[in-house]
Structure formats: C-alpha cells, structure tokens
C-alpha cells in the first residue's frame, strides 16, 4: 500500500512463503509445490483482473494444471492478548469465534470449506498457536480479500491465512505498519505450523 512500510501487510506473508520455500527446497515431494509471490494486490488493482494472482491463476487453468490446494499467506504477524482486541465484519460472528486477537485465522469460501476442514485439522494436530477457522460466502468483508480470491475466480479450491488484518491489526495500510509491530515468536509458531499442514496434505 502506497506510503506503508508493509511489515505486516504483507511483509509478514512474503517473509513466511520464503521461509517455507527453503524449508522444502530439495526436499522430494508426491505432489507439485509452488510458493509464489503475486504483484498488484493492493489498489489500484485490489479486485482487479490485473492483480497478479489473477493472471496466474487464469495461465494455470489455461494450460490445464490441477490445483487441488490454494494457500494465501497474508497478513500473519500481529497479535494481541487485550480484552475485545478482535472486531469482525459481521456483527453475528463475534458471537461464534473469539473477542481477543491472539489467534491465527484459516478464512475460505463455501465452496473451499472441504480444503479448509483438511487445513486447519492439521494445523491443530502440530502447531502451538490457537487458531479459528470459517468458510464463508465471499461477498463478507475480508473473505476474499487477497490472492485466493483469483484461484476462485478460475474455479481452484484456496484458503487464506491470516491474523484478520483491519479486523485487529491497529496500524493496517498506514505508515506504521513497521517491523516492530510483530510478534515474532508467533510468527514463528504460525510458519512451523504451517510447515506441517503442507507436509501433510502432500502425503494425500
């Protein structure tokens, strides 16, 4: 975002698919893995058919490629143990999921419920960070605000994951969006849970 350090949005997501990358570089694997970082998310192009993750998508679906799995690491960084530290777009959901931001969201449309389900069971089984999933219809606020809302458009299955970005993180899109902002330990804890959750769903 223009005048944003971007630390968290969406540092904090380009800093984990790299990790991850490293982490499975040579390592052999029964599926096909890509970790990819998409240009023009932010306006102008919010939404747009120029985002990047657009025109990925739609090469991919042009040339045939199965993608049984979308994941969009976005804004993963911020945390907060205060009382009603977390807000919603809907009113009616902050009756269901938690009021204090100190979890890692799993966020997917309808349609990506089964991925989601699969996702955040195995992030439950290895990873030592609370998290809260939902498969929403996408015309919610924030659902389908990032990358796998281009694999949706082309027909693929994708998830977000995310720490609610505006929904808790008090500096989202503007100049203090800075490094000190994160919470580094989990951060890390969200990566190595992460880590497992694609180990796992290669192995299906």
Not at 124 to 129: L, Q
Not at 136 to 157: A, E, K, T
Request: hydrophobic share 40%; charged share 20%.
């Amino acid at each position: 975002m223009f005048g944003s350090p971007g630390a968290n949005d969406n540092g904090s997501g380009v800093a984990a698919m790299l990790a991850l990358a490293r982490r499975f570089a040579g390592k052999a694997s029964q599926h096909t893995l890509r970790f990819v970082a998409f240009v023009n998310e932010e306006p102008p192009y919010f939404l747009s058919d120029e985002m990047g993750s657009f025109i990925y998508a739609g090469r991919c679906k042009a040339r045939g490629d199965e993608i049984p799995v979308m994941i969009s690491l976005e804004t993963i960084g911020y945390f907060s143990d205060a009382p009603n530290s977390q807000k919603y777009p809907s009113p009616g959901l902050g009756i269901f999921y938690p009021k204090v931001g100190n979890f890692i969201g799993f966020v997917g449309n309808v349609r990506s419920r089964t991925l989601l389900r699969r996702v955040i069971a195995a992030f439950r089984k290895y990873a030592k960070i609370p998290s809260e999933g939902a498969a929403l219809p996408s015309f919610i606020p924030g659902v389908s605000w990032s990358d796998q809302r281009s694999f949706w458009r082309h027909g693929y299955p994708g998830i977000m994951v995310t720490d609610t970005a505006p929904f808790r993180y008090p500096y989202y899109h503007s100049a203090d969006d800075t490094p000190d902002k994160l919470d580094y330990d989990r951060f890390a804890l969200v990566v190595s849970g992460m880590e497992k959750v694609i180990e796992h769903l290669d192995k299906l």
